[in-house]
């Protein structure tokens, strides 16, 4: 079975500018995770989706972030505009259902923010 | 609000040898579960085992075991016979039967296997 598929595997932007990530979930994987990873901490979830529905997104800073779960199968992750401190690896991550079971990871996107 | 603590940001063992890792967690929840993810240089994590609150014997995973105490809220995972390709990121993280079922994870221990 294929895994979670992430895109572009590493980004380099100016502050103020934008940029988005895609992820592919493995098919048929109701839930939908992204999280932020920065250097020395542990994930941090940004946002949730259960099919195409938002089900926790109260740690993403609405001001510059957006994601969006077409169809409830591939997902977007959009940062407009981008900040110094949003340098980070950004994973996303799928799962049956919202249940416990577990999440697969993708390889997740490296951001820089220079 | 719960809250997962990892008090090992390093840690090295021997080729062979035996490791446990510490996660200890805060939470008034009664039903949820317990996790160890690791992640490997390719930073892909990967789900190492899993316990299930409700659940009073210890899960295991081949190499893998952990020692989970409810009452003291720890939820260690121990590695016997290390090898080369143990070589990771472990995270503990939590996640509660209720709401959102997301994941909270600890900071992390760095874990390097030497030959």
């Known amino acids: 079975e294929a895994g979670v598929a992430q895109s572009p595997r590493y980004k380099i932007i100016e502050k103020r500018q934008s940029v988005a990530f895609w992820c592919n979930p493995i098919s048929g994987h109701a839930t939908l995770y992204w999280y932020q990873q920065i250097l020395g901490q542990g994930p941090k979830l940004l946002i949730q989706?259960?099919?195409?529905?938002?089900?926790?997104d109260s740690q993403l800073p609405k001001d510059r972030f957006s994601a969006e779960r077409l169809k409830g199968v591939d997902s977007t992750l959009k940062i407009q505009p981008a900040k110094l401190e949003d340098s980070a690896v950004y994973l996303c991550a799928s799962s049956l259902d919202r249940d416990g079971t577990e999440a697969f990871f993708g390889q997740g996107t490296r951001l820089t923010v220079v | 609000a719960q809250t997962v603590t990892q008090s090992q940001p390093e840690m090295s063992v021997q080729e062979a040898e035996t490791v446990t890792l510490s996660c200890t967690y805060d939470t008034s929840e009664n039903n949820y579960y317990l996790f160890w993810y690791k992640q490997p240089p390719s930073r892909q994590m990967i789900l190492v085992i899993r316990?299930?609150?409700?659940?009073?014997q210890n899960a295991t995973e081949n190499r893998f075991s952990v020692n989970f105490q409810k009452a003291a809220k720890s939820f260690s995972l121990k590695i016997s016979d290390s090898q080369l390709g143990d070589t990771a990121m472990y995270f503990c993280?939590?996640?509660?039967?209720?709401?959102?079922?997301?994941?909270?994870f600890g900071t992390g221990t760095r874990l390097k296997v030497l030959a």
């Open positions: 316990q299930e609150a409700y659940k009073q």
């Open positions: 993280a939590f996640m509660k039967l209720a709401g959102t079922y997301k994941y909270i």
């Open positions: 989706f259960q099919n195409n529905g938002v089900v926790d």
